[in-house]
């Protein structure tokens, strides 16, 4: 949609940028659709977006067989180290985490998704999950290359600008 159809006006929009404008506003609608589904989402499993977030990353650590402590969570979501033992206590009061001893640092514990925060996650996220591997899938090896290469090109320039 050009710059026109929208309705929209960018200051930083030159000339004949229209084009461009297309893809900043798809990007900005895919943007708003996934806060939409992440609050759909935080609604089902009656959690706050930080609950979700160190699920999400206790997930990718399991997956990957890291270990996880509270420190790299207080500081994977930018909050004191208060506030991460309080969201914790939360999470393992519902059953969604367990806290378990650390193999080499007594002074420390381990933070680990449970089996039934990790199926609550699949029945909640697997259809849509799935729904986007299908767009990905259906493009090329160098459509996913491009796609790749300018999302990074997008995070690059977003983190640039505190810089």
Do not use: C
């Not at 609050?39 to 990957?64: C, P």
């Not at 004191?80 to 420390?108: E, F, N, Q, V, Y």
Request: hydrophobic share 40%; aromatic share 4%; proline share 1%.
């Amino acid at each position: 949609m050009a710059d026109s159809e929208s309705g929209a006006s960018y200051w930083y929009a030159d000339g004949d940028d229209s084009r461009s404008i297309e893809v900043l506003e798809a990007m900005r609608a895919y943007r708003a659709a996934e806060v939409a589904m992440r609050r759909r989402t935080q609604q089902s499993m009656d959690m706050g977006e930080n609950e979700l977030l160190v699920l999400r990353y206790l997930a990718r650590a399991r997956g990957r067989d890291e270990i996880v402590t509270p420190v790299q969570l207080s500081r994977y979501l930018g909050i004191t180290s208060a506030s991460t033992t309080a969201l914790l206590d939360r999470l393992a009061k519902s059953g969604h985490i367990t806290r378990l001893a650390h193999p080499t640092d007594r002074r420390s514990v381990v933070i680990a998704s449970s089996e039934m925060a990790e199926e609550e996650i699949r029945h909640t996220l697997s259809t849509m999950h799935a729904r986007m591997m299908g767009v990905v899938r259906g493009l090329s090896v160098d459509q996913r290359a491009t796609v790749i290469e300018f999302l990074e090109a997008m995070k690059d320039a977003v983190d640039d600008i505190d810089a």
